[in-house]
């Protein structure tokens, strides 16, 4: 039986990095959006709903701060959705060996743009992988058996949307992955 629990671990292993390549592909071949207009309040609760009991049952603090509840968005709003689950997994991931475990998602408004800064205290991320990580395949976690496409995929989505995605430590260690959509 220990050959067939090793099996099957493999193969869901596997299974994962087809279905991550598969959702590339996909968001790859796609090139339209199904636009709609979300108050960035109401973006933020659902995102709250997304993932507020799931964090708190992995011992994770979640932390939202909206700022400019009443300010506009013109979203894919599933495809942004996906962008946070995929950036929120990655970081759960990065935070297991973590004893206080914290995420936190900002809105920012500035004049042009709305940014969405999505913190965790985990590990981080060195210095010289900060833009790589947005690359296919490419992990900074060495002890990972598959290389993921998660958040590839966030930065097709992101372009898609005619914005950007980018990642900067943490002043106080762990990693920030912001996004900044026009208003």
Known sequence: ??????????????????DEFDDYLNDR?????????ILVSQFMECLKSD?????????????????????????????VRRVFGNIIDNRVKQLSEQQS??????????????LFQISDNGP???ESDMEKIFEPFYTSD????????????CRNIVQAHDSEIWAEPCIDG???IIIRFKR
Request: hydrophobic residues 40%; contains cysteine.
């Open 1 to 18: 039986t220990r050959y067939i629990e090793t099996i099957y671990e493999k193969s869901l292993v596997i299974k994962e990095l087809v």
């Open 29 to 37: 071949l796609m090139t339209t959006l199904d636009c709609k207009t």
């Open 51 to 79: 993932y507020q009991e799931e964090l708190k049952d992995l011992g994770i603090e979640f932390i939202m701060t909206c700022v400019g509840k009443d300010v506009q968005l013109n979203l894919d709003i599933s495809k």
């Open 101 to 114: 475990k914290k995420i936190q998602i900002e809105s920012i408004i500035t004049e042009k743009n709305v």
């Open 124 to 126: 981080g991320v060195r």
């Open 142 to 153: 060495p002890s990972r058996k598959v290389a993921g496409l998660g958040l590839s995929i």
């Open 174 to 176: 762990g990693l920030s």
